[in-house]
């Protein structure tokens, strides 16, 4: 597998964005949730239940922002951790306060959860 960019060039590149474009992480995640809900959309749009596995760090965030934006669109949502601790900082902090705000409910990964999805969304690494 060839890496398109190491993540030290990623956090380089994120500065550059929020410096030049005056925006903050958040709204940056919004715009990479936003892209993700798209693509899923755009490839399966018969999907009605969607399991998104949370890691740590903004990974987990853009997958949040995918969930709240197909729980908005009605789809059945499960959030899955597969840490007992999941406690995200920063961006992510605010996606997950979105969710839960929004009423959808986290949960420990179970492969059970897993198997009654019509799209899984890794938003672990």
């Known amino acids: 597998m060839q890496l398109l960019y190491q993540i030290e060039q990623i956090r380089q590149l994120e500065s550059l964005i929020f410096q030049q474009e005056s925006i903050t992480p958040y709204a940056l995640m919004q715009r990479a949730g936003q892209a993700a809900f798209h693509q899923l959309q755009q490839h399966w749009p018969q999907a ?31 959030l899955l951790t597969v840490e007992d601790d999941f406690a995200p900082t920063g961006a992510a902090a605010e996606a997950l306060d979105a969710c839960l705000q929004a009423g959808l409910q986290l949960k420990l990964a179970a492969c059970d959860r897993l198997a009654d999805a019509d799209v899984v969304v890794d938003a672990l690494i």
């Open 48 to 78: 009605r239940r969607v399991a998104v596995c949370l890691g740590k760090g903004n990974n987990a965030g853009d997958g949040l922002i995918t969930a709240l934006l197909a729980y908005q669109q009605g789809l059945e949502v499960s």
